[in-house]
Nanobody, 121 residues
Framework: QVQLVESGGGLVQPGGSLRLSCKAS????????MGWFRQAPGNQRELVAA???????NYSDSVRDRFTITRDDGKNTVLLQMDNLKPEDTAVYSC???????????????WGQGVQVTVSS
């Protein structure tokens, strides 16, 4: 099984920056995709950004050009650099990963506990 631990949330003023980190641990064969989702009160959870092992990344239109996702497979870590933050970015951000326990095994999914990001003056 894979466990995810997030860090880096907090309070920042509009226009500021934060960096979220998510580290995977446990026994696994491969982590195929790591990404970040967010959920604001009253809203559905939405994908923010994801990074696949082959290097392909994708972003929500609302964060493209402001957020950057990077993977460090040697450390089983994914980072989300968030710049030019806006009040509408306020949400609980959760890390997620898809992984396999063995070659050709089923893809499994795991989630972190989530961290609060608040953008306010």
């Amino acid at each position: 099984q894979v466990q995810l631990v997030e860090s880096g949330g907090g309070l920042v003023q509009p226009g500021g920056s934060l960096r979220l980190s998510c580290k995977a641990s446990g026994l696994f064969f491969d982590i195929t995709t790591m990404g970040w989702f967010r959920q604001a009160p009253g809203n559905q959870r939405e994908l923010v950004a994801a990074a696949r092992r082959n290097g392909i990344t994708n972003y929500s239109d609302s964060v493209r050009d402001r957020f950057t996702i990077t993977r460090d497979d040697g450390k089983n870590t994914v980072l989300l650099q968030m710049d030019n933050l806006k009040p509408e970015d306020t949400a609980v951000y959760s890390c997620a990963a898809e992984y396999q326990l063995a070659p050709s095994a089923e893809i499994r999914e795991t989630w972190g506990q989530g961290v609060q990001v608040t953008v306010s003056s």
